[in-house]
Nanobody, 129 residues
Framework: QVQLVESGGGLVQAGGSLRLSCVAS????????MAWFRQAPGKEREFVAA???????????DSVKGRFTISRDNAKNTVNTVYLQMNSVKPEDTAVYYC???????????????????WGKGTLVTVSS
């Protein structure tokens, strides 16, 4: 089992920056692709960004490309953490952001909700105009 806990959400003005963190526990995630999804009020959960197990490849939704950056810390003897650096945020980025784990061993990035095996409880990001 993998437990995921997100943090770093909050209120930010449009054009500002925020960094989300996702700490994994229970089992190492160093062999699994990780992703961020978000869900705005009244909307379906949508893919935001993903990163391969090694960190060598990333993939972004068109809506955040060039503004958000996903990264991960897989170093031995450190806490497995995944980050989402959010720059130049917009009011439409307002949502609950979820960290997710695809436990397919060293698999390529997948971006669908159904491909994820573990989820955090989310952290709320509110962007004011």
């Amino acid at each position: 089992q993998v437990q995921l806990v997100e943090s770093g959400g909050g209120l930010v003005q449009a054009g500002g920056s925020l960094r989300l963190s996702c700490v994994a526990s229970g089992r190492t995630i160093s062999n699994y692709a990780m992703a961020w999804f978000r869900q705005a009020p009244g909307k379906e959960r949508e893919f935001v960004a993903a990163i391969t197990w090694s960190g060598s490849s990333t993939y972004y939704a068109d809506s955040v490309k060039g503004r958000f950056t996903i990264s991960r810390d897989n170093a031995k003897n450190t806490v497995n953490t995944v980050y989402l650096q959010m720059n130049s945020v917009k009011p439409e980025d307002t949502a609950v952001y979820y960290c997710a784990c695809d436990q397919s061993f060293r698999a390529a990035i997948r971006t669908t909700y159904q491909a994820m095996d573990y989820w955090g409880k989310g952290t709320l990001v509110t962007v004011s105009s």
